[in-house]
């Protein structure tokens, strides 16, 4: 049997970089994903690819073993495959159901919407999930981890094949991840694909099958997630040289110009740190990792909400 | 904008202290935190640094303005001058000062922002993702920049994302997870596997498989 | 100003000289052209348009649309709304007028009328600047509710300056020549000064024609212009309208700018006002109701200064203001139905702003081609 997303020797050529060479990727039903690499790896890359985002300079794309062509988001949606973004895109002053069932709302005879079915239809696909979410709740009272959560319900109600999750936990307390973590395997029950996009190795070996790493735009390896150690995937995921772009000299450090003490802001801190004249200090974080469009902020490197 | 320059800088509210060369920085006040020495380029050109309707003039003096007037008049042949400084210095190509900064190419329009801030008589300059987006050769200038800065005594803290950015010009790197710094490297331990492990590899459960 | 050759590192020679480039491509010389168009297109049509005297009368109509512009056009530059200036006509008109008939002093009547102005703008200023309130919709709140107060104080009767004050009406009417001599700062007391306000004047030479209030409106265009160029503040000003947020992380004090910019057009509006009342010697409940606020609006942006901010300036602004004016003024020297002067103005507006998008487009291929 065919897997039920195989994409082949894909490449994307952006003005001045090689987004994705030749990159081998596929996924078979019931089967979790992981992707993973740095920052710039070409992940993102990979996934509005097979959002309909982008368009491959070359590269074949098949689902089932069928060729596709995707010129538009609307065509991946018609495939069954549906991405779970970081930035969700659910109208926050609707309620839940209408979100779920937006564009696909029930009709009563008269063509008004039949309230009763739409409530209806959305608390059973909710409890198949194992949510007790109300569906008349409008989308900006819920955590962002529920919203996520009806995000997903959503594209299982279109009869969604493949989910493709961005970052899905970079948001969530641990007892949500959990409660995610609980949905993804629902689905894999379903026969539904997963491509589960992240940072986190942790998350990596407590939920998926297979992961692929990606570096520089370069297909790396794909492996079996219990058959890998996690020191190994790191090397895959580095391992770059570092070219003479930078024309470090020693310097001498000198007095303590800054000092910081119990910095604390949300949930970033309390930072402690010094920094001397003469002293490049850098801090390091992975991007993507802990941010969210309302202003939770984990990471202290990462997008506030505009001032 | 990264959050943590945004808090050292004092453009957020915070908790706990903020102190430079002795002084305390006033919460909430960046004004405060650029006249007792600090400076911040933010990481999105376009959305937070340029004032992409002006002159590239007008952007380099923004934060130094106060330098180029008596009693608020602004002298514009000293004005014209510093900034004209900053455009050779930086080899900032730009065909004059009165050209609007939106014309300008990335690396340029960057080496622009940062002019702006060696304007002023700074001692700590926190950098915001200071390559995101911009040529090779901009790059490799505007780290060369950084090391001249720090080499004149200059404190500078980097906030970024990328792991050759920061194993290629740090003297100490600190790294961040969630909001909690995870690890500090010297320079010499500085490693892409450390960095990438400590960044990315999750406190709670260490594995499952 | 003279530019230093050495300021364009690494350009090929031009031909003209920088400034005269400047000038070529100025957004200004355009509007002065239209300006003149509009002009040579009356002078040609209507016989009453060859008077000296409709000019100057066209400058004394538009002095309280300029002295309002001035407000609104910097809280534009700043990338803010001031859509009372209209009401504040009426507001600070009728103040002006009521105090003079309850107190019989015509300082304390000015004075009442011109403080509505930092009374009203400080609540706009810390709506916007401290609950952070939309500009927009602020003022248009305050310009219904400024209206509203004015109707139900005047009961929708003109308020009439019992005092007749001679002193007041002639800063509407006089010419700067009269009037200078009037307060004896010009000669002695002359024949001139003893003449009818206004209409005796026609016969003297042009420059004793001047209309006082063109002369004052165009002193504060000036004025502010200087701030605006020239001054810490005025920069300050365009910084927050080019990017509000860049211009706080380098220290402005972005509230606090916005805040005096919120006064200044209020106050602007209010001195208008005044100035309006002096016209017909009474507080007119109406005045400025017909969409003053909008028309002022519009010539700003005809004369260059984008509603995104940070862009443009006063002087485009008042070319702005003269052409909507100069337009409407042939329109009625053409006895044109009133109706069909909306219309040529909307047309006006409109082929203004295509010219100033076509310019731009204009300038982005010229720059494509400079590199």
């Not at chain 3, 020679?13 to 000038?23: D, E, G, T």
């Not at chain 3, 057009?265 to 507080?283: D, E, I």
Request: glycine share 10%.
């Amino acid at each position: 049997m065919p897997p039920l997303l195989e994409a082949q020797k894909i490449t994307k050529q952006f003005p001045g970089t090689l987004a994705l060479n030749q990159v081998d990727f596929s996924l078979e039903a019931g089967e979790v994903h992981a992707l993973i690499g740095e920052n710039g790896a070409g992940k993102s890359t990979l996934i509005k690819i097979l959002a309909g985002l982008y368009q491959p300079d070359s590269g074949t794309l098949c689902i089932n073993g069928q060729s596709v062509t995707f010129q538009a988001p609307a065509d991946s949606l018609r495939q069954g495959i549906k991405v779970v973004y970081q930035e969700l895109d659910l109208a926050p002053n609707l309620s839940v159901a209408e979100n779920v069932f937006l564009g696909a709302t029930p009709r009563t005879r008269l063509g008004t919407v039949d309230w009763r079915a739409l409530y209806n239809r959305t608390r059973e696909l909710l409890t198949e999930l194992g949510l007790e979410i109300d569906p008349r709740t409008t989308i900006d009272q819920l955590r962002v981890a529920e919203q996520q959560l009806v995000e997903i319900a959503r594209a299982l109600s279109r009869q969604a094949r493949i989910i493709i999750m961005d970052e899905p936990t970079s948001a969530l307390s641990p007892s949500e991840i959990e409660k995610l973590f609980g949905v993804v395997r629902t689905m894999q029950a379903r026969q539904v694909g997963v491509i589960y996009v992240s940072h986190k190795l942790d998350e990596i070996y407590s939920i998926a099958d297979r992961v692929t790493v990606l570096r520089d735009g370069e297909h790396i390896q794909t492996a079996q997630v219990s058959a890998t150690q996690a020191h190994q995937l790191v090397t895959w995921m580095v391992g770059r040289e570092i070219k003479d772009l930078y024309p470090k000299t020693e310097g001498r450090p000198a007095e303590v110009v800054l000092e910081v003490r119990d910095l604390a802001y949300e949930r970033v801190g309390p930072l402690n740190f010094e920094l001397r004249a003469g002293e490049v200090l850098a801090v390091f974080g992975l991007m993507g990792a802990g941010c969210t469009r309302w202003g939770g902020c984990c990471l202290a490197t990462c997008p506030a909400p505009a001032a | 904008m990264h959050t943590l320059g945004r808090l050292l800088f004092g453009d957020l509210p915070r908790s706990g202290s903020v102190t430079l060369g002795g002084q305390r920085l006033r919460p909430n006040n960046p004004g405060d935190a650029i006249a007792k020495g600090m400076g911040l380029l933010t990481e999105n050109r376009k959305l937070d640094g340029l004032l992409l309707p002006l002159g590239v003039k007008e952007n380099i003096t923004l934060a130094a303005l106060q330098k180029f007037a008596t009693l608020t008049l602004i002298n514009n042949r000293a004005e014209a001058e510093a900034a004209g400084d900053y455009v050779q210095k930086l080899a900032i190509k730009t065909p004059n000062l009165r050209q609007r900064i939106r014309y300008l190419s990335g690396g340029n329009q960057q080496k622009a922002l940062i002019g702006r801030w060696m304007l002023q008589d700074l001692r700590v300059l926190i950098l915001s993702e200071p390559t995101r987006g911009i040529d090779v050769g901009s790059k490799s200038e505007i780290y060369r920049l950084i090391d001249e800065l720090a080499h004149q005594g200059m404190a500078v803290l980097v906030l970024s994302t990328e792991i050759p950015e920061v194993l290629g010009i740090a003297d100490r790197v600190l790294v961040v997870r969630e909001g909690q710094i995870t690890a500090e490297y010297p320079r010499a331990e500085a490693t892409q596997e450390k960095l990438i492990a400590a960044a990315a590899v999750a406190a709670p459960a260490q594995g499952g498989a | 100003m003279a530019v230093r050759s050495e300021e364009r590192p690494q350009r090929r020679p031009m031909k003209l000289p920088f400034w005269l480039q400047r000038l070529l491509l100025s957004k200004e010389l355009g509007l002065l052209l239209l300006l003149a168009a509009v002009v040579a297109f009356f002078y040609n049509q209507v016989e009453a348009a060859q008077q000296t005297r409709v000019y100057f009368d066209v400058a004394r109509e538009v002095s309280p649309n300029v002295i309002a512009m001035i407000g609104v056009a910097m809280l534009i530059l700043a990338g803010e709304f001031d859509l009372s200036v209209g009401s504040m006509l009426a507001v600070s008109g009728v103040t002006t007028v009521s105090v003079f008939n309850a107190t019989d002093s015509m300082y304390a009547g000015i004075a009442a009328g011109l403080a509505t102005g930092p009374l009203v703008g400080s609540i706009h200023g810390y709506l916007v600047t401290v609950v952070g309130m939309n500009s927009l919709v602020t003022t248009l709140g305050s310009m219904f509710a400024l209206r509203g107060l004015v109707y139900v104080y005047t009961n929708q009767t003109p308020v009439v300056d019992e005092n007749r004050f001679r002193l007041f009406e002639v800063l509407y009417h006089d010419e700067l020549h009269t009037w200078l001599c009037r307060v004896g700062l010009f000669g002695e007391e002359s024949s001139v000064c003893a003449r009818v306000v206004g209409a005796a004047a026609r016969n003297l030479p042009w420059w004793k024609q001047v209309p006082l209030p063109a002369m004052i409106a165009l002193l504060l265009v000036l004025f502010f212009t200087f701030i605006m160029t020239q001054t810490e503040f005025g920069r300050r000003v365009y910084a927050i309208g080019g990017n509000a947020t860049a211009a706080r992380v380098s220290g402005i004090k972005v509230a606090r700018t916005k805040f005096l910019l919120f006064v200044n057009s209020s106050t602007l509006a209010a001195f208008a006002g005044v100035m309006l009342a002096a016209q017909t010697g009474s507080g007119y409940f109406d005045a400025g109701s017909t969409g003053f606020e909008l028309l002022v609006i519009a010539a700003t942006v005809l004369g260059g200064v984008s509603l995104a901010g940070g862009q443009g300036n006063l002087i485009g602004a008042l070319l702005g203001v003269l052409i909507l004016g100069m337009t409407s003024k042939g329109m009625r020297l053409m006895a044109l139905n009133t109706n069909y002067q909306l219309i040529v103005i909307g047309v006006v507006m409109l082929a203004a702003v295509f010219m100033h998008d076509f310019r731009r487009r204009l300038d982005d291929l010229r720059k494509r081609w400079e590199r």
